[in-house]
T-cell receptor, first 110, second 114 residues
Framework: SQELEQSPQSLIVQEGKNLTINCTSS?????LYWYKQKYGEGLIFLMM?????EEKSHEKITAKLDEKKQQSSLHITASQPSHAGIYLC??????????FGTGTSLTVIP | ETGVTQSPTHLIKTRGQQVTLRCSSQ?????VSWYQQALGQGPQFIFQ???????GRGNFPPRFSGLQFPNYSSELNVNALELDDSALYLC?????????????FGQGTRLTVV
């Protein structure tokens, strides 16, 4: 089983629509990262959330961390084709390990 | 551009062979982590190197090994290649081997085992 489950697995939206991606951890979260990956390429760091209730925004992307629920959400407002890609959440784990979520593939239709 | 470079970008190997992948970390970063990403899946943590020592390992067999050099660049070696080793291999460098530290990723090496 995956330690970090993302939902939905894939998403197709019309340009201009809002969308939310969720990441749920089966273990205590010490920090939560969001990355974006263009197909077959490296990962681009988006945001890091460290404390429960923390919320960060960058351009039209907002991420929140609910530590009690061991969950984070990524919200994109007024989506654009440039937002298309795979969104991955990640978390530090004991023993200097790092786990990624299952990924959410986003397609934005112009 | 993250400053993390990986080589080669693509590689085709035969089952049973050995392969070495290389990663140059971002300037000033002393920690390198390696990940395996199979098609359609999230990256899986292989191991992390901090100041030339392995200091964290995921659930990968011993035939996956690594090195980190004094300049903090790194190699990932895979022996006795299997078809399931076909994947995108990503390396990431960070300033320190601590939690809540941003990691910068390279573009990856696409390994195909035939």
């Amino acid at each position: 089983s995956q330690e970090l489950e993302q939902s939905p697995q894939s998403l197709i939206v019309q340009e201009g629509k809002n969308l939310t991606i969720n990441c749920t951890s089966s273990k205590t979260l010490y920090g939560l990262y969001w990355y974006k990956q263009k197909y077959g390429e490296g990962l681009i760091f988006l945001m890091m959330l460290q404390k429960g209730g923390e919320e960060k925004s960058h351009e039209k992307i907002t991420a929140k961390l609910d530590e009690k629920k061991q969950q984070s959400s990524l919200h994109i407002t007024a989506s654009q084709p440039s937002h298309a890609g795979i969104y991955l959440c990640g978390a530090d784990r004991p023993g200097n390990q790092f786990y990624f979520g299952t990924g959410t593939s986003l397609t934005v239709i112009p | 551009e993250t400053g993390v470079t990986q080589s080669p970008t693509h590689l085709i190997k035969t089952r049973g062979q050995q392969v070495t992948l290389r990663c140059s970390s971002q300037s000033g970063h002393n920690t390198v982590s390696w990940y395996q990403q199979a098609l359609g899946q999230g990256p899986q943590f292989i191991f992390q190197y901090y100041r030339e020592e392995e200091n964290g390992r995921g659930n990968f067999p011993p035939r996956f090994s690594g090195l980190q050099f004094p300049n903090y660049s790194s190699e990932l070696n895979v022996n006795a290649l299997e078809l399931d080793d076909s994947a995108l291999y990503l390396c990431a460098s960070s300033l320190e081997a601590t939690v809540n530290t941003e990691a910068f990723f390279g573009q990856g090496t696409r390994l195909t085992v035939v």
